[in-house]
């Protein structure tokens, strides 16, 4: 039968996204791990940690983004290295060829930066839940609290350092617009009207970088479609068929960026793990503002 103009187009489904049935119907396979990936600012004030025992998706397991880190680095959850990450994953009872669905308590957060993660080091069935644990309660689904024990495994990690932007990569992206970077935190604080959440931080932004706050690409605590995500790079003046490096505060937003872009086929070239924390403590880089 032929498709007639009035016929909706069939969404292809997106592949990074688990649904909340899906997780709940193989919640007790062996070889699939529910991940709590929640992490909160400083000035939020929340214990993410404490609020996963007080009640998370049974047998989820936490990550913890800032001690699953690099410590040597002054900089905040630095990506770790490979023996690190295989150990600490290990130890949660994730293992080689695991499925991996990563949620947050806030609906589409920091799981983005712990998929991310997890690509990184060498994961190939790595998801996140749509909607989160926002959507898992809200559904009625059952809660457990306390921490999840999972008998240890082995994850061997090995580390992809070509989607991870480094500072001297930005620097050239900006200097011969060979990349456009593109920054995921507020407006406010992209012009240097808002005080950063880090103390030391200069406000601003880089020269020439672009602003999608990543609010714009997520609606109710999930992805947003397509057209919106498109629609949202491209009112910021980002050209889609170019190479883009994705910026925040400290890499963790910028990931929601990545996880939206990679949704549209259109995978950016990197994430600046050091980001602001980064570019915004170093008195000898440019900073605008407005």
Same mark, same amino acid.
């Given at each position: ?16 996204l688990?649904?909340?049935?899906w997780?709940? /119907?193989h ?13 909160f ?10 609020? !996963? ?7 989820? @397991?936490?990550?913890?983004?800032e001690?699953i ?6 900089l905040p959850?630095m990506?770790p290295?490979a023996?690190? +990450?295989?150990d ?13 669905v @990563? !949620? ?6 920091s799981?983005?930066? @712990?998929?991310?993660? +997890?690509?990184? +080091?060498g ?20 809660l457990?609290t ?6 240890a495994?082995?994850?061997h990690?090995?580390?992809d ?6 500072? #001297?990569? *930005?620097r ?5 617009? =060979?990349?456009?970077?593109?920054d995921?935190?507020?407006?406010e604080? +992209? ?7 880090r103390?030391?931080l200069? =406000?601003?932004?880089?020269p020439g970088s672009?602003? *999608?706050?990543?609010?714009?690409v997520?609606?109710?605590?999930r ?9 949202a790079?491209?009112?910021a ?13 400290s890499?963790?937003? /910028?990931?929601?960026? #990545? ?5 549209i ?5 990197g ?5 602001w924390?980064?570019? &915004?403590?170093?008195?000898d880089?440019?900073?605008?503002r &407005?």
């Open positions: 039968m032929l498709r007639t103009d009035n016929d909706p187009i069939p969404l292809r489904p997106n592949p990074w688990k649904s909340t049935e997780l709940a /119907a919640l007790r396979d062996r070889e699939v791990v529910a991940v709590d990936g929640s992490y600012l400083p000035t939020q004030k929340r214990d993410a940690h404490a609020e !996963y025992r007080a009640g998370h998706i049974p047998g989820a @397991v936490f990550f913890d983004i001690a880190s690099d410590h040597s680095s002054e959850h990506l290295g023996t690190q +990450f295989g600490a994953v290990g130890a949660l009872g994730i293992g080689d060829g695991d499925t991996v @990563v !949620y947050d308590s806030l609906g589409l957060y799981a983005a930066r @712990v998929w991310w993660t +997890f690509r990184i +080091f994961a190939t069935k790595v998801f996140i839940l749509d909607g989160g644990l926002p959507k898992w309660k809200a559904e009625g689904r059952p457990e306390g921490d999840a024990k999972r008998s495994r082995r994850f990690a090995e580390m350092i070509g989607p991870v932007a480094m500072l #001297a990569d *930005v050239m992206a900006i200097t011969d617009r =060979s990349s456009q970077v593109v995921a935190r507020s407006a604080r +992209f012009a240097g009207r808002a005080p950063e959440p103390a030391g200069r =406000s601003g932004h880089m672009f602003n *999608v706050p990543f609010e714009r997520l609606e109710n605590g992805l947003a479609s397509p057209e919106r995500i498109e629609a790079f491209a009112a003046g980002v050209d889609l068929d170019k190479p883009i490096i994705t910026s925040c505060g890499g963790v937003t /910028a990931a929601i960026l #990545a996880l939206a872009l990679d949704s086929g259109r995978p950016p070239k994430l600046y793990d050091g980001s924390s980064e570019w &915004g403590s170093r008195p880089l440019p900073v605008e &407005g």
